[in-house]
């Protein structure tokens, strides 16, 4: 039994029930694989639901506004995905007459969609011979052939993807393609993976050789960035003052609380002696929420502290983008994730 057909067989038996494995409709599985991009599947199932609710069809989608797209999306992470989504969803009504398309070479052209979602959503929905090459299949594949290439190279995803082409079934493209994704998320897994009773365990090149922890190799990026932010929690009469993120800068676009950063991790008493916090707060009485909170983004890591502003002076002369909202309009604005969890654990209750 070859490979494939081994995958196959353990899929029949194993394969996890997911919503987009029973449609064919490609707009539906576009949108399962562009928010289980860099996600647990247990993390975006309910963003899953939450947009087939919001947006049934790609023809909803293209007609939203972009605020609602990320207000939907907030929690996931790497917002650009969300903008994209919304700009594909605009190309679909002006390339393809609002007809979500299956076949490869239409679907790549989409905004945000690269080979890999591509190859899937042609071979889930079109049945196109399209091998796909996602971590789960990085692993498995490197693990079961003991290829030590980094797959982070252009000569590593070259193997990779000639790999993946030949071991993948020609019969039955989009379940081989779900199966080996399958396998690798539950099976293969990258910390403690069920070698013990993997259908591969005899054939398996990296655990004959004891390198199986080893595998997939890659070549380590550069190294994160810390910076730090001071929040500042200031309410009156008219709501909560809430201040939007600049383009070209990390949540571009998305709703924060008043922000200085500064080049170090500051006490409260360092903080309030800064020019920047005498120029937007003068002399206002400030007093910490919580901890210092640790984020951590690629290639960077946001240590946030919260500060709320006792008796502020006159804010909006301050700075004139800042603005109050009341408790309602604050619910509809996007926000990113260290916002509205801070939200959620100390003002919700």
């Avoid at 790497?78 to 919304?86: L, V, W």
């Avoid at 993948?168 to 399958?182: H, V």
Wanted: contains cysteine; charged residues 25%.
């Amino acid at each position: 039994m070859s490979f494939a057909q081994k995958l196959l067989s353990w899929y029949a038996e194993n394969g996890r029930d997911l919503p987009w494995r029973n449609t064919k409709d490609p707009y539906i599985i576009w949108l399962s694989e562009i928010i289980l991009q860099q996600t647990r599947v247990e993390q975006g199932m309910p963003y899953f639901y939450r947009f087939v609710e919001a947006f049934p069809t790609v023809e909803a989608f293209s007609r939203a506004e972009e605020e609602e797209v990320l207000r939907l999306w907030q929690g996931l992470g790497y917002y650009s995905r969300a903008r994209n989504m919304h700009k594909a969803a605009k190309m679909v009504m002006e390339l393809y007459g609002g007809e979500f398309p299956a076949a490869y070479d239409k679907v790549i052209k989409l905004s945000g969609v690269g080979e890999y979602t591509a190859s899937a959503i042609a071979s889930f929905s079109a049945g196109e011979k399209r091998a796909v090459l996602d971590g789960n299949v990085f692993r498995v594949l490197s693990r079961y052939l003991a290829i030590d290439v980094p797959i982070n190279t252009t000569h590593g995803k070259k193997v990779f993807s000639e790999v993946a082409e030949e071991m993948m079934s020609a019969e039955q493209p989009g379940l081989y393609n779900q199966a080996i994704m399958d396998f690798g998320a539950t099976v293969c897994k990258p910390r403690g993976p069920l070698c013990s009773s993997c259908i591969f365990r005899y054939e398996c090149a990296a655990l004959q050789q004891g390198v199986v922890s080893e595998l997939p190799k890659k070549i380590k990026g550069k190294a994160s960035r810390n910076r730090y932010f001071n929040y500042f929690i200031i309410e009156n009469e008219n709501g909560i003052l809430m201040s939007q993120r600049p383009e070209g800068d990390v949540w571009a676009n998305l709703f924060e609380f008043p922000l200085i950063e500064t080049e170090q991790l500051l006490t409260q008493e360092e903080l309030v002696e800064t020019d920047a916090f005498k120029q937007h707060f003068g002399p206002s009485e400030v007093h910490q929420i919580g901890k210092t909170v640790k984020h951590v983004l690629s290639h960077q890591n946001i240590f946030a502290n919260f500060y709320r502003i006792i008796k502020p002076v006159d804010l909006e002369q301050k700075k004139a983008n800042w603005c109050y909202y009341n408790s309602e309009n604050l619910d509809k604005l996007a926000k990113h994730k260290l916002i509205f969890t801070f939200i959620d654990k100390y003002m919700l209750n």
